[in-house]
T-cell receptor, first 117, second 112 residues
Framework: AQSVTQPDIHITVSEGASLELRCNYS??????LFWYVQSPGQGLQLLLK??????LVQGIKGFEAEFKRSQSSFNLRKPSVHWSDAAEYFC????FGPGGGADGLTFGKGTHLIIQP | ETGVTQTPRHLVMGMTNKKSLKCEQH?????MYWYKQSAKKPLELMFV???????ENNSVPSRFSPECPNSSHLFLHLHTLQPEDSALYLC???????????FGQGTRLTVV
């Protein structure tokens, strides 16, 4: 079974500073990988996804993530954070293969991002 | 707007009540899911429907009963819940391989 680890429960970053949120996954093959963001009381919004090809993927709101197979990681980065980036961030995986379309995503516990003025 | 609508947004119910959560998707996707999000816990996948048939039930208590009458609608019927069932319940849908899941805004359930 796949699993996702987000080792940082909370991260505090100053506005304008760079950001990196860590994500490690456990899976027998290369899974589909996702980053979602959730504002308080809201659903999850997709930031970016990796299925294959270029290991550096660009997403919305200036975010990017890099897939590193050797480290089983898919870390999320942003060069300069804005106060509006304060939210909960979730890394997720889904199985690869013909049956992967119906399988639900497996999520990490999330990282709460706090932005300091 | 993600194309997935959940109603109601908030629900308070007693332990002896029966209520239902509704999810409607306008994306034409063929897989739909219920997730439970509790404080300090990862999102828990509760039920999976693919082409209107249930394909997964992750040991969810029988007080939760899903229903998928057609490809656009998903319900979660609730009865005799416990206070620990208070959580945000999220509906999601997915169209197949090489796709992400699209989430509704959730129903905040409080069991008193």
């Amino acid at each position: 079974a796949q699993s996702v680890t987000q080792p940082d429960i909370h991260i505090t970053v100053s506005e304008g500073a760079s950001l990196e949120l860590r994500c490690n996954y456990s899976y027998g093959a290369t899974p589909y990988l996702f980053w979602y963001v959730q504002s308080p009381g809201q659903g999850l919004q997709l930031l970016l996804k990796y299925f294959s090809g270029d290991t550096l993927v660009q997403g919305i709101k200036g975010f990017e993530a890099e897939f590193k197979r050797s480290q089983s990681s898919f870390n999320l980065r942003k060069p300069s954070v804005h106060w509006s980036d304060a939210a909960e961030y979730f890394c997720a995986v889904a199985p690869f293969g013909p049956g992967g379309g119906a399988d639900g995503l497996t999520f990490g516990k999330g990282t709460h991002l706090i932005i300091q003025p | 707007e993600t194309g997935v609508t959940q109603t109601p947004r908030h629900l308070v119910m007693g332990m002896t009540n029966k209520k239902s959560l509704k999810c409607e998707q306008h994306l034409g996707h063929n897989a739909m899911y219920w997730y439970k999000q509790s404080a300090k816990k990862p999102l828990e996948l509760m039920f999976v429907y693919s082409l209107e048939e249930r394909v997964e039930n992750n040991s969810v208590p029988s007080r939760f009963s899903p229903e998928c009458p057609n490809s656009s609608h998903l319900f979660l019927h609730l009865h005799t819940l416990q206070p620990e069932d208070s959580a945000l319940y999220l509906c999601a849908c997915r169209s197949g391989v090489n796709t992400e899941a699209f989430f509704g805004q959730g129903t905040r359930l409080t069991v008193v």
